[in-house]
């Protein structure tokens, strides 16, 4: 079932009902406790798997799982993810491991969680020496490994590494100038033309890893132009974690123009492949680095900040292609899949595990039963915050529940006030209404408790928190003993109590607040501008 902002009034009336109803006559329903399958559950993966095919890896840059056409958004047009995700296997519940993009992608990279990446972590931030990834180990294991676009960061590497995390750069061929109209807010690099030079120099008898990283859709956006919207219910194409203002149709509908030019990207991409007769042969993985930059999504732990939009298509090794599965992915999980479908060791560093038992698996649904929780973290994302000060979260996320841990309940997640500057708040002001959207604004900006709870099958849009409710005490209790036993294991110096630890990492020449900025907004907000 896809929820809509409609679907959400008739569950907010029901919950209204029911707790205005608890006084006179208790809840007696049970509220089921998440269980978590023992690691020896872990099916293995068929031997008769293709060995060291070709890897793509190819990101997109702030995209929630939800703006798709597969995933049911009735107003973008994604016909070559929709493609792939018909042919090969469609993760319906994947998830980031940070919602800021540095930190996602040195996860990514490493297959670690966030909180083992060091520095890595921060955005602007340095990769520290010795943190592997999975390209090193392909590229030990005889693969020619490469990227174009956008590899890891934004940060710095020279002083750990000789090369971008993602690999060897393939990156001087550009489709627009950075300075040109086209170049301001779209992808500048030639994808195809920097895809060839790479394979221009890969040795004839070496398999490939390549990363692709495009810019889209991440802001600046292009004009919009809200016109798909006409004629349509909001209830259809406003996700309820939005508030309907103009501003936020604007933004939404850029947003979706920009989708959509990566999905065009995406098919000149497999097109280029299939020219090459190399499609057959190559595991191709697509995901999103984090959620939308849009207000209540990046770079937030909720749903929209975290959850994104993942496949796997390999023509020679998927069985039953065309299945969609219930089983939850991390992308800490991408690196140990490329190390196992090549044949190369998996570091025990690494927390993620390999998806080819699920690739190739015939079955749809659940297919791992391990597979039922993944975990997030965040420190910081923008130099917004006047103290500087990370803002440390840690969440596990399970097909019906979602817990959320805050670490520094006396810190103002969006930053600051009066500007609360990660807030997006421009595009929460609802000129029509003359103030900002509520709950949303609140949601975004206010301290936050240590414990956040949500049960998404009755709150999809993630408005109510429920870690005090009495009913569902078993519930917060096993989720907050799964969340620190996988803390613990992994040694997150946050959890082990040094809630600071990553401030350390923020460099001092990228300590680059703005005080005038802040004083101009501050006053802004003060007008009603």
């Given amino acids: 079932m896809r929820f809509t902002r409609l679907t959400f009034t008739v569950l907010a009336s029901m919950l209204m009902a029911t707790a205005c109803s608890q006084s006179e006559h208790p809840v007696t329903e049970d509220i089921p406790t998440p269980v978590f399958a023992d690691e020896s559950m872990r099916p293995a993966t068929p031997a008769n798997l293709p060995k060291r095919p070709n890897l793509l890896f190819i990101l997109t840059d702030d995209q929630s799982w939800e703006f798709t056409g597969k995933a049911g958004y009735p107003l973008v047009k994604t016909p070559n993810f929709d493609r792939l995700a018909n042919g090969g296997v469609y993760f319906k519940q994947a998830y980031v491991a940070a919602p800021t993009c540095t930190g996602s992608r040195a996860s990514i990279l490493s297959g670690r969680h966030v909180w083992n990446t060091g520095s890595a972590a921060?955005?602007?931030?340095?990769?520290?020496k010795g943190l592997i990834t999975y390209q090193d180990q392909l590229a030990k294991a005889g693969y020619h490994v490469g990227y174009t676009g956008k590899g890891w960061g934004p940060g710095?590497?020279?002083?750990?590494?000789?090369?971008?995390?993602?690999?060897?750069?393939?990156?001087?061929?550009?489709?627009f100038t950075p300075d040109s109209p086209e170049g301001q807010v779209r992808s500048i690099w030639d994808f195809i033309a920097n895809f060839q030079s790479f394979l221009d120099d890969k040795p004839s008898d070496a398999p490939f890893s390549f990363w692709i990283g495009t810019f889209e859709p991440h802001r600046p956006y292009v004009a919009p132009d809200v016109s798909r919207f006409e004629g349509h219910d909001p209830a259809t194409f406003i996700p309820g974690w939005l508030?309907?203002?103009p501003e936020i149709r604007k933004a939404l509908s850029s947003y979706l123009i920009e989708t959509e030019w990566f999905d065009d990207d995406l098919g000149a991409i497999i097109a280029f492949l299939e020219e090459k007769g190399l499609l057959d042969n190559t595991l191709i993985i697509i995901a999103g680095d984090n959620g939308a930059d849009l207000p209540g999504a990046k770079p937030q732990n909720y749903e929209p900040g975290v959850r994104v939009p993942m496949l796997a298509y390999w023509k020679n090794g998927i069985a039953n292609p065309?299945?969609?599965?219930?089983?939850i992915a991390s992308l800490i999980d991408i690196a140990p899949t490329f190390l196992e479908a090549a044949g190369a060791p998996i570091p025990p560093d690494m927390a993620g595990h390999s998806l080819l038992n699920i690739l190739g698996s015939p079955s749809g649904g659940l297919v791992d039963p391990t597979r039922t929780s993944a975990f997030t973290g965040y420190e910081r994302h923008s130099d917004w915050r006047l103290e500087r000060q990370t803002y440390p979260r840690r969440a596990?996320?399970?097909p019906r529940y979602a817990y959320i841990r805050n670490y520094d309940p006396d810190g103002w997640p969006a930053g600051d006030p009066p500007v609360f500057a990660e807030?997006?708040?421009?595009?929460?002001?609802?000129?029509?209404?003359?103030?900002?959207?509520e709950p949303f604004y609140t949601k975004l900006t206010a301290k936050r408790p240590r414990d956040e709870l949500y049960d998404l099958e009755r709150d999809p849009f993630q408005l109510q928190n429920i870690a005090a409710d009495s009913r569902y005490k078993s519930v917060l209790s096993a989720l907050s003993k799964r969340l620190n036993e996988e803390l613990s294991r992994t040694g997150d110096p946050v959890h082990a109590g040094n809630i600071r630890?990553?401030?350390q990492f923020v460099r001092d020449d990228m300590k680059t607040v703005m005080p005038s900025y802040l004083e101009s907004q501050s006053k802004n907000r003060a007008s009603g501008n």
């Avoid at 590497?157 to 690999?167: E, I, K, Y």
């Fill in 156 to 175: 710095f590497f020279q002083a750990a590494r000789t090369s971008d995390p993602a690999g060897t750069a393939y990156v001087d061929k550009l489709k």
């Fill in 322 to 327: 065309g299945r969609d599965v219930a089983d």
């Fill in 122 to 128: 921060m955005i602007m931030g340095d990769w520290p």
């Fill in 243 to 245: 508030p309907d203002t």
């Fill in 423 to 437: 807030s997006s708040y421009g595009w929460l002001w609802d000129p029509s209404q003359n103030k900002l959207a």
């Fill in 396 to 398: 596990i996320h399970t």
């Fill in 501 to 503: 630890y990553f401030e």
